[in-house]
């Protein structure tokens, strides 16, 4: 069964600055999903970034880019120009890629708050 | 992107009833939609997936007499709390795959459930 580990619970940052939250995670497949959602206090889950693992290039959206290192599993989200928007729960996600229907795997969650 | 509409928000009702949470895709259809409960802070946890025209697949610890599922068309899922009581009282998520990127799993805004 696959996991996705996040380690850090919580993490703060100054506004305009960057900050990298880390995940990792553990499958014995080739071919997968990863993820990363934001949960604003409306707790409406948002979809941040998204990895196909069989690209080598990092995704990128405007400020948010990830550290994909498919041997390492290791899958971190950059946030560059901190804004106070960005205070959120961050959940990094994984996802086989076998079926078209297959279910999300979630890390803990890592509470990001933003200072002004 | 698709949208995918949760009904009610928020409900608070006495022991002993059965609530009824709707969740359907607005502009496409899923056969498939997951059901998760997410308590304060934490991740969120799947519950269940709903499968148009079968049985729900539950996942394990799930109670499927408690928790009823039902996909009856290819845009709706309910979920049923059946007897609800205190300890049933959480925030309750579905999400449904996407027709054209079905690798990516959108969600409703999630229903806040308190069983006084």
């Known amino acids: 069964a696959q996991t996705v580990t996040q380690s850090q619970p919580e993490m703060s940052v100054q506004e305009a600055e960057t900050v990298t939250l880390s995940c990792t995670y553990d499958t014995s497949e080739s071919d997968y999903y990863l993820f990363w959602y934001k949960q604003p206090p409306s707790r409406q889950m948002i979809l941040v970034i998204r990895q196909e693992a069989y690209k080598q290039q990092n995704a990128t959206e405007n400020r948010f880019s990830v550290n994909f290192q498919k041997a390492a599993k290791s899958f971190s989200l950059k946030i560059s120009d901190s804004q106070l928007g960005d205070a959120a729960m961050y959940f990094c996600?994984?996802?086989?890629?076998?079926?078209?229907?297959?279910?999300?795997?979630f890390g803990k969650g890592i509470t990001l708050s933003v200072r002004p | 992107g698709a949208v995918v509409s949760q009904h009610p928000s928020r409900v608070i009702c006495k022991s002993g009833t059965s609530v009824k949470i709707e969740c359907r895709s607005l502009?496409?259809?899923?056969?498939?939609m997951f059901w998760y409960r997410q308590f304060p802070k934490k991740s969120l946890m799947l519950m269940a997936t709903?499968?148009?025209?079968?049985?729900?697949?539950?996942e394990q610890g799930v109670e499927k007499d408690k928790f009823l599922i039902n996909h009856a068309s290819l845009t709706l899922s309910t979920l049923t709390v059946t007897s609800a009581h205190p300890e049933d009282s959480s925030f309750y998520i579905c999400?449904?795959?996407?027709?054209?990127?079905?690798?990516?799993?959108?969600f409703g805004a999630g229903t806040r459930l308190s069983v006084l």
């Open positions: 999400s449904a795959p996407g027709m054209v990127a079905k690798n990516i799993q959108y």
């Open positions: 502009d496409f259809q899923a056969t498939t």
């Open positions: 996600a994984y996802r086989s890629s076998k079926g078209p229907n297959s279910k999300l795997t």
């Open positions: 709903s499968n148009e025209g079968s049985k729900a697949t539950y």
